[in-house]
């Protein structure tokens, strides 16, 4: 069962900023939000994770609202490379991870 | 340091058949996770294993089984192929519970 909801598509023009949005209105205390992201015909690729806080690393950063219900993956400058799927899920711990289907992200020349 | 490897790339089976594909973890962890793709679908949780035994599965028939040895290798094994079956089938190692690694993939393709 999909426990998170994304857009199905977004487009971005190179050198700005992705803002890729997640809704996750039933998570739970103790869930972490998790982002990965697949490029075509790769297994796919861990980003970045949260449970309340904001957090950064050198690939993106993850805005989690106060509530929890949401969150955002920012790539602050995308590139062509960053043109993938990108899916948000929500569980426990980084087992037995849920994939819905993603929002597939193409970064315009 | 390699990362998580799969083999073969792709392979092409028949109906009824038996296929074993396999995963080498990324240095250092222990824990190894296998997936579904379908074309179009995102990738669905098969089984997990730790130490050695099944720790986790997702809904998946009894066909669909797997071991772990003591280096951390991992084997899925499907049997009694159904052309449903035909899909990218990814690996993924983690250490317990942290972020999981996933490789390159299998394409299985059930004629």
């Known amino acids: 069962d999909a426990k998170t909801t994304q857009p199905p598509s977004m487009d971005c023009a190179e050198g700005r900023a992705a803002n890729l949005p997640c809704n996750h209105s039933?998570?739970?205390?103790?869930?972490?939000v998790y982002w990965y992201r697949q490029i075509h015909s790769q297994g796919p690729q861990y980003i970045i994770h949260?449970?309340?806080n904001n957090e950064t690393n050198e690939m993106a950063s993850l805005i989690i609202t106060e509530d929890r219900k949401s969150s955002t993956l920012i790539l602050p400058h995308a590139t062509l490379r960053d043109t993938a799927v990108y899916y948000c899920i929500v569980g426990l711990g980084a087992n037995n991870l849920f994939f819905g289907t993603g929002t597939r992200l193409t970064v315009i020349p | 340091d390699a990362g998580v490897t799969q083999s073969p790339t792709h392979l092409i089976k028949t109906r009824g058949q038996q296929v074993t594909l396999r995963c080498s973890p990324k240095?250092?962890?222990?824990?190894v996770s296998w997936y579904q793709q379908a074309l179009g679908q995102g990738p669905q949780f098969i089984f997990q294993?730790?130490?050695?035994?099944?720790?986790q599965r997702g809904n998946f028939p009894d066909r669909f089984s797997g071991h772990q040895f003591p280096n951390y290798s991992s084997e899925l094994n499907v049997n009694a192929l159904l052309l449903g079956d035909s899909a990218l089938y990814l690996c993924?190692?983690?250490?317990?519970?942290?972020?999981?690694?996933f490789g390159p993939g299998t394409r299985l393709t059930v004629t």
């Open positions: 294993y730790y130490e050695e035994e099944e720790r």
């Open positions: 039933t998570i739970s205390g103790n869930e972490y």
């Open positions: 949260g449970l309340k």
């Open positions: 993924a190692s983690s250490l317990w519970f942290d972020e999981q690694y």
């Open positions: 240095s250092g962890h222990d824990t």
